[in-house]
């Protein structure tokens, strides 16, 4: 079992910073991958950025530019960068490990609003 507590998130305004945290815990073998999703009202969850264990990064393309995603080891702590916000980029963020399973965290709002 991997547990996931995740950070970070709340409302900001158009063009400003959040940065959000995630911490993986419990059974954590290499190779594996973390992430964020998000999910926007209506709309299906979908990829946001992506580290594996060893360093490669994927990035949506709504987000390549003003992203980033970074991993610490050895406490497996993945952090989303995010900058030059947009209204867009309002949903539930969630943190994602894949490994030898498939886990979620619960989640958390960034909402970006004037």
């Known amino acids: 079992q991997v547990q996931l507590a995740e950070s970070g998130g709340g409302l900001v305004q158009p063009g400003g910073s959040l940065r959000l945290s995630c911490a993986a815990s419990?059974?954590?073998?290499?190779?594996?991958?973390m992430g964020w999703y998000r999910q926007a009202p209506g709309k299906e969850r979908e990829l946001v950025a992506v580290?594996?264990?060893?360093?490669?990064?994927s990035y949506a393309e709504a987000v390549k530019g003003r992203f980033t995603i970074s991993r610490a080891y050895p406490r497996n702590t993945v952090y989303l960068q995010m900058n030059s916000l947009k209204p867009e980029d309002t949903a539930v963020y969630y943190c994602?490990?894949?490994?030898?399973?498939?886990?979620w965290g619960q989640g958390t709002q960034v909402t970006v609003s004037s």
């Open positions: 994602n490990f894949q490994g030898r399973g498939h886990y």
């Open positions: 419990g059974s954590i073998f290499s190779p594996n991958v």
């Open positions: 580290v594996t264990s060893g360093s490669g990064t």
